[in-house]
């Protein structure tokens, strides 16, 4: 719940910023039912929508009239290009295996909450689950972060181009990645993947719908939605390269691709010496660097320092506990890699 869910007289000034999503159409609200979006309001903010909220969120016009935002919230489906196909595709592409081509495949359409609810469903059903029993709880470690899949496929519903008919966001999982594509590239043309995707501002195309996803708590601040897919994941892919996710554009859509993290730590770690496959295995509790030593039965402390420990460092497969003090005589070191810590 937010600690004010009070819509400030003038706080969403929808009616000063033309946008397609603020176009007034034909559709009085009172000839359509919003059962479902009244009920997730009420769940977001603690408290009823009431009809005048319709008019401050931008849904309604003073007559009753209902803008493109609004049809986007009514339970019938009002707008035709409001859908999300979902896919999961055998294999790394979607002809990886000839006649077995889909594993799963669902199409949803109408309201903007069903279509996230829905869709967020699917790709937990379609991927997996680890963890490692400690002596308290359990260590999980999911395929996808659900706070990134959930980031993105918002952006993709609120942040994507309506007035394509025929157009859909459609999200297709791989063995190894997640692609989440959406009509309309950025608002000004240019490609995200020749930018830095932390630092690119806010530019709406759909500010009513921006304003109101705030509102419910789906959505963060200015720009804050590439930058809360990006802070979401785990701090050792900052060296885990092949795991980042990715963002791609061009004038007519835009490309979000999360990592399957367990099939990606899977490959990083295999490739490695059995030798420090065993290492990192017993490092899945905290170790010295006597004790790294002592297992591979190397005496030099240096020679652990900067051929043993440097290297797993450095390539992400070993953290410091104490990253804030390197040279601490009670340094201990702990396996990064995803593979071992759920074992």
């Given amino acids: 719940m937010h600690e004010s869910s009070r819509i ?3 706080a969403l000034a929808w009616h000063l910023t033309p946008s397609f999503d603020s176009t007034v159409t034909d559709r009085p609200r009172d000839r359509y039912t919003f059962f479902r979006f009244e009920s997730f309001w009420r769940e977001q903010t603690g408290r009823p929508l009431q009809p005048s909220d319709f008019r401050e969120l931008g849904l309604a016009d003073d007559s009753g009239l209902l803008t493109v935002a609004g049809t986007l919230m009514a339970d019938q489906r009002l707008v035709f290009s409001s859908r999300v196909f979902c896919t999961r595709w055998n294999g790394l592409d979607k002809a990886c295996s000839p ?5 799963d495949s669902q199409e949803f359409e109408g309201r903007l909450v069903h279509l ?6 699917f790709v937990r059903r379609n991927s997996c689950l680890r963890f490692r029993k400690l002596a308290m709880s359990r260590l999980e470690k999911p395929d996808y972060r659900q706070d990134a899949v959930r980031e993105a496929i918002v952006n ?13 966001v459609q999200i297709h999982l791989f063995d190894d990645r997640m692609e989440i594509w959406s009509p309309g590239g950025m608002t000004d043309g240019s490609p995200i993947q020749d930018r830095d995707a932390a630092a690119v501002p806010a530019a709406h195309r759909n500010p ?9 708590g789906l959505m963060t601040g200015e720009g804050g939605g590439l930058k809360t897919i990006l802070s979401s994941l785990p701090a050792e892919l900052d060296v885990m390269e092949r795991a980042w996710p990715g963002f791609y554009s061009t004038r007519t859509h835009f490309q979000v691709m999360l990592k399957n993290l367990n ?9 490695l010496d059995p030798k420090l496959h065993s290492l990192l295995r ?6 010295t660097r006597e004790q790294i030593g002592e297992y591979m039965g190397i005496p030099s402390a240096r020679f652990v320092r900067e051929h043993v420990i440097g290297p797993l460092l450095k390539s992400g497969y070993l953290r410091m506990v104490y990253p804030d003090s390197p040279r601490s005589r009670y340094q201990k070191y702990v396996s990064a890699c995803w593979l071992y810590q759920s074992e």
Wanted: a negative charge; proline letters at 4%.
């Fill in 8 to 10: 400030p007289p003038g």
């Fill in 99 to 103: 006649g077995d081509d889909a594993l």
């Fill in 116 to 121: 996230l609810e829905e869709s967020c469903h």
């Fill in 156 to 168: 993709a519903l609120v942040h994507r181009d309506y007035r394509t008919n025929g157009s859909e």
């Fill in 208 to 216: 009513v719908l921006v304003g109101l996803f705030r509102r419910l």
């Fill in 263 to 271: 099939w990606h730590a899977d490959r990083m770690c295999r490739d």
């Fill in 282 to 287: 017993w490092c899945r509790e905290s170790r």
